[in-house]
């Protein structure tokens, strides 16, 4: 409710979505296309198809500073009702069937050529 809801009233003024979901991270979206029409909008995800690796070296190339929690044991870090202490996505939604918070639903329209 507290990402979902006040993004909605963004949403409807815009027409393209970037998002930096990556397709290693869940079952979900490793069916991710570049762009996806969710709705009224355009998901492009221009990072979906890099690896971990990449990611990393980009990271370190780019010089790109870590998330304070990651000393602390939090390799995957959402908001704090998501977010546990743990080795990657494994470490979010613990205990729950769930993968996603609800900015990025398991449902599309169709995926955009």
Same mark, same amino acid.
């Given at each position: 409710?507290?990402?979902?809801? @006040?993004? $909605? %009233? /963004?949403?409807? #003024?815009?027409? /393209?979505?970037?998002?930096?979901?990556?397709?290693?991270?869940?079952?979900? #979206?490793?069916? %991710?296309?570049?762009?996806?029409?969710? *709705?009224?909008? /355009? &998901?492009?995800? @221009?990072? /979906?198809?890099?690896? $971990?690796? $990449?990611?990393?070296?980009?990271?370190?190339? !780019?010089?790109? @500073? =870590?998330?304070?929690? *990651?000393?602390?044991?939090?390799? =995957?870090?959402?908001?704090?009702?998501?977010?546990? &202490?743990?080795?990657? #996505?494994? =470490? #979010?939604? &613990?205990?729950?069937? &769930?993968? $996603?918070?609800? %900015?990025?639903?398991? !449902?599309?329209?169709?995926?955009?050529?």
């Amino acid at each position: 409710m507290n990402k979902v809801v @006040p993004l $909605e %009233l /963004i949403k409807v #003024r815009h027409k /393209i979505w970037i998002s930096g979901l990556m397709s290693n991270q869940t079952n979900f #979206r490793s069916e %991710l296309g570049v762009f996806e029409q969710q *709705e009224d909008i /355009i &998901k492009f995800h @221009p990072i /979906i198809d890099m690896d $971990e690796g $990449e990611f990393l070296y980009w990271k370190s190339f !780019y010089k790109l @500073p =870590s998330h304070p929690l *990651e000393a602390k044991a939090y390799s =995957s870090i959402g908001c704090v009702h998501c977010t546990a &202490k743990g080795a990657g #996505r494994d =470490s #979010r939604w &613990k205990g729950k069937e &769930k993968t $996603e918070c609800g %900015l990025h639903p398991n !449902y599309f329209v169709n995926k955009v050529n």
